[in-house]
């Protein structure tokens, strides 16, 4: 959709937001119900009068079953799924029969969560002894045409945790086509989109909703810039008090590794909505990597003050107790995540790297692998794996996760220099050396490819191209003012014994005097210096003696020499 046609009418989509809100709140999807919520304060300053939200006239199929239908969704409200099943068995209007459905795989999955006694690893979604049966009549339903919007929803789900995913995909595009403003349909599709290729492919609904799940996808697929393009035009056009918008915002710069302005967005949101615990996890995991540990802490307390029994709060907890160093606790809080939501696959990514934290390689294994389970595209969890496998010496399986890595975050230089690695240690030359150069085009985060090609030259004895790449390095430091003082010593101890074997003594004397700046180089720059002053006198008394040899009376001397040679 081109920007021109993002001019929306404010005040239709409001009255589409409130139709919408009324529509699945009724039908108990309270998560889509919120997030309407919220998109809808957004639109604040956009007034309605009384009439422009007309009242919803049941049909007199839905009339007759009402009463049956007030009853179960008070039953639905208070999570006893059995009776409001119960209760509309034999309903058949749509609405109560989506209620009766949904409770029903609803009792399945809060029955499968309270039978979880460990969790080493993810219950089959199988397990939910509901799921055959629902699929069976929603099927039914569906190849009779009988399936609104909503319930081509659920029976997408359903598909989906059969592993029926080309099925649920193509139920899920038939289900945003007849009720566009169901976001809950929009998430689930996304997780069934691998690429962007497959999103490309899919025919969607000419709706303004195209653009949030767009941005949603996008972000998914660590395409962050087009995410951001997104939002932007979002946040342009009506939505600029989204708090949605902007904690999406928040992970794109997260995703792209500036973490000062997703730290600087997230407490945007904060000021903005105190309470909210939505995308804590991240923002808590940016603390984590910045080592603000009071900041992590007061955030802690905060998110248990709030509500103590969600996941979010878990995974800040168990952040904080892992920047401590405190693994054990760490890995409880993150366990205690995983009892509250099974497929919460952060919390796997994390438990992963608290094993390897305490050496646990094997728990660290099982623990990535039940992310990847429950989450096919967490690069962390594909990248720990490579890790662990690299420390175990097992250099075939280690490329291959590697590899993995690198084709979810293909522009990120860190999963590029870590294949370079294990190319390297494979003595894969070449692929490694292409690997060093793909991360110094994609943008070197953390300026570690020059280092990693200079050592490689250095290795195969191509000394131009190391006190290239040396050099370069060098220069990269000083400009970002960053650098590992250890590396910087050695890159100037490299570049003036390279100098000097090529007796250009005033670079070598350059490189000498920083080399006097580090400790761990101080007596081998005082050495090279001796080296250079000796080198320095040489060349000085070479020049004099060219010097004399060119002088009026040399000449002359030589002049004499040559005639009495060829008089004798």
């Known amino acids: 959709m081109a920007e021109e046609s993002l ?30 919520s919220e998109l809808n304060f957004a639109l604040q300053d956009v007034k309605l009068t009384l009439g422009d939200v007309p009242p919803e006239i049941p049909d007199p199929e839905e009339e007759q ?14 999570k006893e799924y059995d009776r ?51 699929m069976s009549e929603l099927k039914r339903d569906y190849l009779s045409h009988r399936l609104d919007g909503f319930g081509l929803y659920l029976y ?10 080309k099925e649920s995909l193509d139920v899920f595009v038939e289900s945003i086509h007849k009720e566009p403003l169901h976001w809950g349909a929009w998430l689930e599709m996304a997780t069934l989109i ?12 000419d709706h303004w909703m195209k653009q949030f799940f767009l941005g949603h996808t996008y972000l998914d697929q660590q395409l962050n810039d087009e995410a951001l393009d997104i939002y932007w035009m979002l946040r342009q056009n009506g939505f600029e008090n989204s708090h949605y918008i902007l904690a999406q915002t928040a992970i794109a710069f997260h995703n792209r590794r500036d973490v000062d302005m997703a730290i600087q967005t997230f407490r945007q949101l904060q000021r903005m909505d105190p309470c909210r615990l939505d995308n804590l996890d991240t923002y808590s995991n940016l603390l984590y990597v910045q080592e603000m540990r009071v900041d992590l802490a007061h955030l802690a307390h905060q998110a248990c003050e709030i509500d103590k029994y969600r996941v979010e709060t878990c995974c800040v907890i168990g952040n904080y ?3 401590r160093s405190e693994h054990q606790k760490a890995v409880l809080y993150f366990q205690r995540a995983l009892k509250l939501n099974p497929r919460y696959h952060s919390a796997w990514t994390l438990i992963g790297h608290e094993f390897m934290e305490m050496k646990n390689t094997n728990a660290a294994i099982q623990s990535y692998r039940q992310a990847i389970e429950v989450n096919r595209r967490d690069y962390r969890a594909w990248y720990g794996l490579g890790q662990t496998y690299e420390i175990l010496k097992m250099m075939f399986y280690c490329l291959y996760y590697y590899k993995q890595a690198q084709q979810l975050r293909p522009n990120d230089s860190r999963m590029l220099i870590a294949l370079g690695e294990a190319y390297e240690k494979m003595e894969k030359i070449k692929d490694a050396l292409k690997c060093y150069f793909r991360a110094r085009s994609v943008g070197d985060i953390e300026g570690t490819a020059l280092l990693k090609l200079a050592k490689l030259y250095d290795k195969l004895n191509q000394t131009e191209h190391a006190a290239e790449a040396f050099n370069e390095y060098v220069r990269d430091c000083e400009s970002r003012q960053v650098g590992d003082k250890s590396e910087l010593s050695q890159a100037f101890k ?19 005097q920083k080399c006097l700046e580090y400790e761990e180089t101080k007596e081998e720059g005082k050495a090279l210096l001796r080296t250079i002053a000796q080198r320095r006198s040489q060349q000085e008394e070479g020049d004099m003696q060219v010097e004399d040899d060119n002088s009026p009376v040399t000449r002359s001397r030589r002049t004499l020499l040559t005639a009495l040679t060829e008089y004798r």
């Open 494 to 512: 490299h570049l003036a014994n390279y100098y000097i074997k090529r007796n250009q003594v005033d670079e070598a004397y350059q490189y000498a």
């Open 194 to 205: 691998p690429d962007r290729s497959k999103l490309n492919s899919l025919l969607l609904p």
């Open 156 to 165: 997408g789900v359903v598909l989906k945790l059969l592993d029926l995913q």
């Open 7 to 36: 001019k929306f009418d404010l005040r239709e989509m409001k009255i589409e937001i409130r139709k919408a809100m009324r529509q699945c709140q009724c039908r108990g999807l309270i998560q889509t119900t919120k997030w309407l």
């Open 321 to 323: 107790y892992s920047l």
């Open 65 to 78: 079953e009402l009463d049956s239908y007030l009853l179960a969704k008070s039953f639905f409200d208070v």
């Open 84 to 134: 409001c099943a119960h209760f509309t068995e034999w309903c058949r209007s749509p609405k109560t029969r989506f209620l009766h459905l949904y409770s029903r795989y609803l009792s399945g999955e809060k029955k499968k969560l309270e039978n979880t006694r460990d969790s080493s690893c993810p219950n089959d979604p199988v397990h939910n002894a509901n799921l055959r049966d629902l």
